[in-house]
């Protein structure tokens, strides 16, 4: 097989066709009209080998995971996703994987309106780029830097269990069969709230998604909005699952800190919280509140954190002045 019959092959046709694809893949660049009043939201990431992936993972996995991942970024401004390119590093050309990638990219791809338009093929270790484009009516993104004090702060779905699963891979922790089942669904083909994102223009003040831990996207609308947050972390929602395994000695920590939730956190102005009930019941899908924004009082003399979290109505602090993690038991918590 030739690079040229790859192509043909596994990576044209796939997705949807928009109308306003004046070209797609097959020439030098593909071309693209941005409708009138509307703005093109770009993003791009990677996923590698042994980084972010085992080595033993499917190749449809590997597709519908590189689209979920993209297609959570556009969630998280907003956008709809339309287009979609592709740079596929591979080791070698192997029918069997490719066809595999190719049907699951598909199927993601209709299932959320996205178009591949492009790509580059190369030879190496393998890795996987996907670079996405959406649009958004001008000037109603969503964007991480306008959280204001007062908003209620929201998270959807539940949180910790892609990393209880790589926990678990890792063995680190060890699970009952159906819990670890239903973790690893949740690391290896995560959805993308692509839904909930567009329901959200107008009603959320700031948006993103969750990729690399609760605790660090705190971080990144409290400092991007020039505010501190406050969370409760009882009100933090985690699955049946996660439950099982917090009843059975484990902590909090994962689904404050561990990576690939893809779930959104948001902010939103008070009054807005009927609407905001009415979206969740709409798409079927758990919102929580989970804490509050507040003013980042510059004038005390002793820094505040800009991120707090508490658990009972204590402080809870995520490592000591030595830069140690704490991985307290829900019970030693609760014993305190
Ligand atoms: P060029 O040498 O002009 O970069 P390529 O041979 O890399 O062209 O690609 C030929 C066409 O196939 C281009 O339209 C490109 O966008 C498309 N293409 C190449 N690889 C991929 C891929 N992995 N997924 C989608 N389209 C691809
Ligand atoms: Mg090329």
């Given amino acids: ?20 694809t004046r070209l ?7 071309i693209l009209r941005v409708p009138d009043g509307m703005e093109l939201v770009v993003s791009v990431d990677s996923m590698v080998e042994g980084v972010h992936f085992f080595p033993e993972v499917d190749a449809a996995k590997l597709a519908s995971k590189l689209a979920a991942v993209n297609l959570s970024d556009m969630a998280a401004m907003g956008a709809e996703p ?20 190719s049907a699951a990219l598909d199927t993601i791809s209709k299932r959320y309106g996205l178009q591949l338009i492009g790509g580059d093929t190369t030879q190496g270790p393998l890795t996987l780029t996907m670079q996405i484009m959406g649009l958004v009516e001008a000037g109603t993104a969503l964007c991480r830097d306008s959280a204001k ?22 063995g680190k922790v060890v699970l009952p069969d159906a819990d670890l089942a239903q973790v690893l669904r949740r690391l290896e083909t995560p959805t993308p709230q692509v839904e909930l994102g567009l329901a959200l223009r107008g009603l959320a003040s700031s948006c993103i998604d969750i990729s690399d831990g609760l605790v660090a996207e705190l ?7 020039n505010v501190a947050i406050e969370i409760d972390l009882e009100g933090v929602p985690l699955s049946s699952s996660y439950r099982t395994y917090l009843d059975n000695g484990g902590s909090y920590i994962l689904a404050l800190t561990g990576g690939d939730d893809y779930q959104l956190l948001f902010t939103a102005p008070q009054e807005k919280r009927a609407e905001i009930n009415q979206v969740g019941k709409h798409l079927n899908l758990a919102l929580s509140k989970i804490g509050q924004v507040n003013e980042l009082d510059s004038h005390s003399d002793k820094p505040i954190d800009a991120v707090m979290l ?26 305190e």
Wanted: with cysteine; hydrophobic share 35%; net charge negative.
């Fill in 149 to 170: 004090p007062g908003d209620d702060v929201y998270v959807s779905q539940s949180l910790g269990d892609a990393a209880l699963a790589l926990a678990a891979l890792q």
């Fill in 24 to 30: 797609g893949v097959g020439d030098d660049a593909a």
């Fill in 219 to 225: 971080g990144h609308v409290a400092r991007g909005s």
């Fill in 310 to 335: 508490r658990y009972k109505d204590k402080a809870f602090e995520l490592q000591d002045n030595s830069g140690y993690q704490h991985f307290q038991t829900k019970q030693q918590l609760d014993a």
């Fill in 82 to 101: 339309k287009w979609a390119t592709l740079a596929l590093c591979l080791p070698q050309l192997d029918d069997d994987w490719l066809s595999g990638f």
């Fill in 1 to 20: 097989m030739t690079e040229f019959s790859l192509i043909e092959r596994y990576c044209q046709g796939i997705g949807v066709t928009h109308s306003s």
